[in-house]
T-cell receptor, first 113, second 117 residues
């Protein structure tokens, strides 16, 4: 089955700096890669996703890149703000995202003002 | 509109008790997923439904766990004879499931935090 590895487990950045979180996956059949943000005690919320037919996607300060050959994808947050502090999870699935997601273990991002 | 809701939000059970966790998906969502999230970990898949059909229950940790969605809407996750290792947050998610080339976001509920003493 699919296995998703996520690094780093914790990340501290100064406000205004960029943050990068990296994930690798094992199943070449995976074709949908969402990123979720989870604040303490809250539900995971989708912040961006990418499909396997796209190499990069951007939404304001957030971007995701996908390298299918190497089976890795990354989340980039620019101009970080204190409200970006949370745990971020990458995930992977096949069959158009209508099947169960396999999550990484999460990255705790702290943005220091 | 209303998102995914779960009840109860918190549940404390004595070891050996049975518990039932409820999930109300977004109206019209076809797919419903249950995940277990241990403290400091990512969600892990338990089981999922398409309408009332349970398509995959390979993630259920033991035969003490049972899930149902009899009318293709509300779902219940039942845990019999709870053990301390069952303590976790149980998350429910739903998606519209248009199929084809449409990739569908899974919307998560707030979770039920189960503590087994």
């Amino acid at each position: 089955g699919e296995n998703v590895e996520q690094h780093p487990s914790t990340l501290s950045v100064q406000e205004g700096d960029s943050a990068v979180i990296k994930c690798t996956y094992s199943d070449s059949a995976s074709n949908y890669f969402p990123w979720y943000k989870q604040e303490l005690g809250k539900r995971p919320q989708l912040i961006i996703d990418i499909r396997s037919n796209v190499g990069e996607k951007k939404d304001q300060r957030i971007a995701v890149t996908l390298n299918k050959t190497a089976k890795h994808f990354s989340l980039h947050i620019t101009e970080t703000q204190p409200e970006d502090s949370a745990v971020y999870f990458c995930a992977a699935s096949n069959e158009a995202g209508n099947t169960p997601l396999v999550f990484g273990k999460g990255t705790r991002l702290s943005v220091i003002a | 509109g209303a998102g995914v809701s779960q009840s109860p939000r918190y549940k404390v059970a004595k070891r050996g008790q049975d518990v039932a966790l409820r999930c109300d998906p977004i109206s019209g969502h076809v797919s419903l997923f249950w995940y277990q999230q241990a403290l400091g970990q990512g969600p892990e898949f338990l089981t999922y439904f398409q309408n009332e059909a349970q398509l995959d229950k390979s993630g259920l940790p033991s035969d003490r766990f049972f899930a149902e969605r009899p009318e293709g809407s509300v779902s219940t996750l039942k845990i019999q004879r709870t053990q301390q290792e069952d303590s976790a947050v149980y998350l429910c998610a739903s998606s519209l499931n248009w199929g084809g080339q449409v990739y569908n976001e899974q919307f998560f509920g707030p979770g039920t935090r189960l503590t087994v003493l």
